[in-house]
């Protein structure tokens, strides 16, 4: 199985918006309803933000919402603030019992 | 609220088999619906998801390590573990255990992460 592929890198600037795309195949993303996203601050471990492709945990800021067309996914910050400065990686269900993560996305706020 | 803490040796000699332990509190291991995983990720590198197991002890694996891993579970302790041989300086990597739903990458919560060094 592959990595889901991200973009390295996004940026923009306080209160702008940040899609962060998550590109995989119709074996992965585009096979199940089963897309999740998380944000990694340095030195700390990933934080559940998106799950099964566009809902939100629990105290999860409306600002982060997640979409899939297709064979690629999105997680879009809108309203962008300083504390949103982390990596973003999305995982999808694989099928066969296997789990995928993307190449991860380091997001800058400007 | 459900808490989960990674503990094992930080340094393992190349060759060796590395040996991580995941405690559970603030609930049980042994409720319906969760998978308990880990997950790993190289200093500087993206995220791998190795395997998980159900508190039955049915277990699924990534193909790639799936030769050279074993997860195994104790519910009297409220513990799981990990187990993976023939390790290289490949496995240098942050350990992470978390739990999940079924076949879901629903990940939450997830444990602090332990830094495990292959190096002679």
């Known amino acids: 199985q592959s990595a889901l592929t991200q973009p390295p890198s996004a940026s923009g600037s306080p209160g702008q918006s940040v899609t962060i795309s998550c590109t995989g195949t119709s074996s992965d993303v585009g096979g199940y309803n089963y897309v999740s996203w998380y944000q990694q601050h340095p030195g700390k471990a990933p934080k559940l933000m998106i799950y099964e492709v566009s809902k939100r945990p629990s105290g999860v800021p409306d600002r982060f919402s997640g979409s899939k067309s297709g064979n690629t996914a999105s997680l879009t910050v809108s309203g962008l603030q300083a504390e949103d400065e982390a990596d973003y990686y999305c995982?999808?269900?694989?099928?066969?019992?296997?789990?995928?993560f993307g190449t991860g996305t380091k997001v800058t706020v400007l | 609220q459900l808490q989960l803490q990674e503990s094992g040796p930080g340094l393992v000699k190349p060759s060796e088999t590395l040996s991580l332990t995941c405690t559970v509190s603030?609930?049980?291991?042994?409720?319906?619906?969760?998978?308990w995983g880990w997950i790993r990720q190289p200093p500087g590198k993206g995220l791998e998801w190795i395997g998980s197991i159900y508190y039955s002890g049915s277990t699924y694996y990534n193909p790639s390590l799936k030769s050279r891993v074993t997860i195994s579970v104790d519910t009297s302790k409220n513990q799981f573990s990990l187990k993976l041989s023939s390790v290289t300086a490949a496995d240098t990597a942050v350990y992470y255990c978390a739990r999940h739903p079924y076949q879901l990458p629903t990940i939450d919560p997830w444990g602090q992460g332990t830094l495990v060094t292959v190096s002679s």
């Open positions: 603030g609930g049980s291991i042994s409720s319906s619906s969760y998978y």
């Open positions: 995982s999808s269900y694989a099928g066969s019992n296997n789990l995928v």
